[in-house]
């Protein structure tokens, strides 16, 4: 592995004061119990993008990777969620309930940010929080470097920086070697080796499982390939894609990784504070993998709850 793991590190949720004598008194938090999962579209050129709602305040859009569907957010929204935020989940293009348009182009990533930017504008807002995992993270990296005026705080998870895993895949071994799958995918027909049970394989959660299959039997296996061939890097070592020209990150991110990911190494995510001029806090967890919402979901979840209420 090279160069230095960077430490973990997290931002402590700033503590509240206590309210006065003579202050009203004061609102009761909303239980997640109570709060309600709305499903609803946004229209981007043409295209039709599911996403579930829950709760009420600063908006909070969630973007999922591969494979997955909306519900890998379920715990944080319900976290979020009593506390005051409106999260938001996204079924991203060719997956579940959204659209799934032919051919690799559609799923370049100006097509992406562009369903990004139609939820936003679907809730009503112009700007919000962004939280993305896996392609998710990828997504909410280029939503903030093409329109930085929708994204008012950053939440990544797994993937780095573009600056950070071009460096890796130029010279770091274990990276180069966790990006054959990516590879593979990039071949034509590779959907044919996909299942909805396979695709659901990783999913732990028994009371999960199902809804997981029923989602990716809904889904376009080639739509989700088209992600790999439309936008993953496709050299490594001397061959390797130059790190992209990308503006600096204005708001505040947070980075969490898991250190077990085998597709993702955590060395792509050294000197990402060089691209960012906001404060950046980095997350390591060791003992979690690529689904580190899972895998360590009540600190994950506590994290960002924490890391959002200090910035409120």
Do not use: C
Request: proline share 7%; charged share 20%.
């Amino acid at each position: 592995m090279r160069g230095l793991l960077i430490a973990a590190a997290v931002t402590a949720a700033a503590a509240l004061a206590p309210l006065a004598a003579q202050a009203a008194p004061a609102k009761k938090p909303v239980h997640a119990a109570a709060l309600k999962l709305e499903d609803h579209y946004a229209t981007n050129n043409g295209v039709k993008i599911h996403y579930v709602a829950e709760g009420h305040g600063p908006l909070v859009v969630m973007v999922h990777g591969y494979p997955d569907y909306w519900a890998t957010w379920k715990p944080l929204m319900a976290t979020l969620a009593a506390d005051g935020y409106r999260a938001v989940a996204m079924d991203n293009r060719g997956y579940n309930l959204s659209d799934k348009p032919q051919g690799e182009a559609a799923y370049a990533m100006p097509n992406l940010v562009g369903d990004v930017a139609a939820v936003i504008g679907a809730e009503g807002q112009t700007s919000t929080i962004l939280i993305g995992h896996d392609w998710g993270a990828s997504i909410a990296w280029n939503t903030t470097f093409a329109k930085p005026e929708l994204v008012s705080k950053l939440v990544i998870m797994a993937v780095p920086h573009p600056a950070g895993l071009a460096r890796e895949m130029a010279v770091n071994k274990a990276q180069q070697a966790g990006s054959n799958y990516a590879r593979n995918f990039q071949k034509e027909g590779s959907e044919k080796n996909l299942t909805a049970e396979g695709l659901a394989r990783w999913v732990q959660d028994p009371k999960e499982k199902p809804g997981y299959i029923e989602a990716f039997k809904r889904s376009d296996f080639g739509a989700m390939m088209n992600y790999y061939r439309a936008n993953y890097p496709k050299g490594v070592g001397e061959t390797a894609a130059p790190p992209p020209a990308t503006p600096p990150v204005t708001v505040p991110v947070l980075v969490i990784h898991g250190m077990k990911d085998t597709a993702l190494n955590a060395a792509g995510h050294n000197g990402t504070w060089d691209h960012v001029t906001a404060d950046t806090t980095i997350l390591m967890i060791p003992t979690a993998g690529h689904f580190v919402q899972h895998d360590a979901e009540a600190l994950v979840n506590r994290t960002v709850k924490d890391w959002l209420d200090a910035r409120r």
